[in-house]
């Protein structure tokens, strides 16, 4: 069964920078495309980023240009650095594959942007 952890959330003034990851346990995370998903509060989940397994990219446009999404298939990990974060960036993240797959869901980490 895959499993999902997501990391590397905080608290982080406007401008700032976090680095996420999300390691996957299964070595089946190597052949999809995986994304990264986010919910504010009282918002609907919505689409962040994604990545194929080849790597090509694809972002939302309130991130493109801020926001990079990486993988390191060796490591089984997904990565999201986030750059000039603003305060309506502020949410829970989630990993999953792209498109997203019920089960796959995790517990996700936490992103505040505030002064």
């Known amino acids: 069964q895959v499993q999902l952890v997501e990391s590397g959330g905080g608290l982080v003034q406007p401008g700032g920078s976090l680095r996420l990851s999300c390691a996957a346990s299964g070595s089946i995370f190597r052949f999809y495309a995986m994304g990264w998903y986010r919910q504010a509060p009282g918002k609907q989940r919505e689409l962040v980023a994604t990545i194929t397994n080849g790597g090509n990219t694809n972002y939302a446009d309130s991130v493109k240009g801020r926001f990079t999404i990486s993988r390191d298939n060796a490591k089984n990990t997904v990565y999201l650095q986030m750059n000039t974060l603003k305060p309506e960036d502020t949410a829970v993240y989630y990993c999953?594959?792209?498109?997203?797959?019920?089960?796959?869901w995790g517990q996700g980490t936490q992103v505040t942007v505030s002064s």
């Open positions: 999953n594959r792209a498109p997203p797959v019920s089960h796959y």
